[in-house]
């Protein structure tokens, strides 16, 4: 709000012309930096896929292997699922799969050297993990919920460094 509490004008958003469509935005004018981006996701599942998980007895076979593939192959494959994000060059993927007591908890890293941000890689990584986990885990659990997806973590790039405030 301005001093006589009238609305700010939205900010113009990058990816809209004037007209309204969208188009992808320019970015070969920016400087090529190091970025890193986190994401985080869980899969939300019955005990009894748990257990199936943590004793290795998934009928469809290593369920945490096969969804951490598919994450790595997700961050390389984002320009193609979503529609205006840049083809980067990713130097770097890491994927982890925790198995918790009501399901798996899902973070991603994926690092780059290039003129724009790797948020959208990152998320995607950990969407498609998802993914592929309830895939793997449907036999045994045909109500997996995925969840809680978001970027934890940003650095590099013109708007700097950034984490996600944990609560307390």
Avoid: F, Y
Avoid at 72 to 88: E, F, G, S, W, Y
Avoid at 111 to 118: E, M, P, V
């Amino acid at each position: 709000m301005t001093h006589n509490d009238t609305p700010e004008p939205p900010a113009r958003l990058t990816h809209v012309r004037d007209d309204g469509t969208a188009h992808m935005v320019d970015v070969s004018a920016k400087a090529v930096t190091a970025r890193e981006a986190r994401a985080a996701g869980r899969v939300l599942l019955s005990p009894t896929a748990v257990a199936a998980l943590r004793d290795r007895t998934v009928p469809k076979g290593d369920a945490l292997a096969v969804a951490r593939i598919a994450g790595i192959q997700a961050a390389k494959r984002t320009p193609d699922l979503v529609p205006l994000a840049h083809p980067v060059a990713i130097h770097a993927v890491a994927v982890d799969l925790e198995v918790a007591d009501d399901g798996v908890d899902i973070t991603a890293a994926v690092r780059t050297a290039d003129r724009t941000g790797i948020e959208m890689e990152a998320l995607t990584c950990v969407s498609v993990a998802a993914l592929a986990l309830v895939d793997m885990i449907k036999a045994v659990d045909k109500h997996a919920r995925i969840t809680d997806v978001r970027v934890t973590a940003k650095s590099g790039g013109r708007s700097g460094d950034w984490t996600e405030e944990r609560p307390a």
